[in-house]
C-alpha cells in the first residue's frame, strides 16, 4: 500500500518561503513510470495543480507559478519537497502530494493513484 504523508508549517507570512514535504511509504520515488505532483486546493476554489518531479528527477511546472517555485527530491530519504517563495495570501490552501501515472498534469485529486491527506497552509501575517 503506497502512502504519502504531506509535512510543513501550518502558518507562513507573507513574502516568505513556503516548504513542504511528502514522505513516501510503499513505493520509490524512483520507480518508473510516476510522477510526483503536489495539488493544492484554495478556500472556495477547485484544485491548482503546482508541479511534479518525476521518477527520473524531472521537474515540470505550473506556467502561473513556475517563477516562484521548486519541487526537489531525496532519494535517501524516499521524500520530494515543494519550496513556493514570496508568498501572498492568496497562496493559502490546502496542499496536496499525490502520485500520478501519467506525466500529463491533472487537477482533479481522483485521477491520481494515491494522495496524502493534505495540509492546511495559511499565509498571514
Known amino acids: 500500500q503506497v502512502q504519502l504523508q504531506e509535512s510543513g508549517p501550518g502558518l507562513v507570512k507573507p513574502s516568505q518561503t513556503l516548504s513542504l514535504t511528502c514522505t513516501v511509504s510503499g513505493d520509490s520515488i524512483t520507480t518508473d513510470v510516476y510522477y510526483w505532483s503536489w495539488i493544492r486546493q484554495p478556500p472556495g476554489k477547485g484544485m491548482e495543480w503546482i508541479g511534479y518531479?518525476?521518477?527520473?528527477?524531472?521537474?515540470y511546472y505550473s506556467p502561473s507559478l513556475k517563477s516562484r517555485i521548486s519541487i526537489s527530491r531525496d532519494t535517501s530519504k524516499n521524500q520530494f519537497t515543494l519550496q513556493l517563495r514570496s508568498v501572498t495570501p492568496e497562496d493559502t490552501a490546502v496542499y496536496y502530494c499525490?502520485?500520478?501515472?501519467?506525466?500529463?498534469?491533472?487537477?482533479?485529486?481522483?485521477?491520481?493513484?494515491?494522495w496524502g491527506q493534505g495540509t492546511q497552509v495559511t499565509v498571514s501575517s
Open positions: 518531479i518525476a521518477y527520473t528527477g524531472k521537474t
Open positions: 499525490a502520485r500520478h501515472s501519467d506525466s500529463r498534469p491533472s487537477n482533479y485529486l481522483h485521477e491520481y493513484d494515491y
